[in-house]
């Protein structure tokens, strides 16, 4: 049973053609069209993809959620067109975030100062979590 397929003309009767840049070159014996089969990319995890879209919606800037998360802007900004997730309006508020251990968030909590005159989101990152806050833009 073969697996490759020709893209051009979808036949199934293809041969070895050598290789190029290490990848296994075919031929179609059909349509004489010479083709490589397609890389695969690294698969990242779902939770990873979620994250970040939450991230985004929350105001969070593409270059701000590569930091955090570790996954690519470019990335990011291909799951948003993906799941067509609409950019948050600017408004008055803007959030600002930390990425907190356990201890340091308590600890932050307990400084009830710190959750006045804001929203905040606390989510999880793995062992750590993600404290956003919202405030607003001081003239």
Request: net charge positive; aromatic share 10%; with cysteine.
């Amino acid at each position: 049973m073969k697996l490759t397929i020709c893209p051009k003309c979808q036949s199934e009767d293809i041969v070895k053609s050598g290789i190029i840049k290490n990848r296994q070159r075919f031929k179609c014996k059909t349509c004489n069209y010479n083709f490589t089969v397609n890389k695969v990319g690294k698969e990242i995890d779902s939770y990873y993809v979620v994250k970040a879209l939450q991230l985004y919606v929350e105001g969070i800037s593409m270059r701000e959620i590569e930091r955090v998360l570790g996954v690519s802007h470019v990335s990011v900004r291909n799951w948003v067109k993906k799941y067509n997730i609409k950019s948050p309006e600017k408004l008055e508020y803007h959030p600002t975030y930390k990425v907190l251990s356990h201890k340091e968030l308590c600890d932050y909590v307990a400084e009830g100062r710190n959750l006045s005159e804001a929203g905040l989101m606390i989510s999880s990152l793995g062992d750590k979590y993600m404290l956003i806050r919202w405030e607003r833009f001081r003239d």
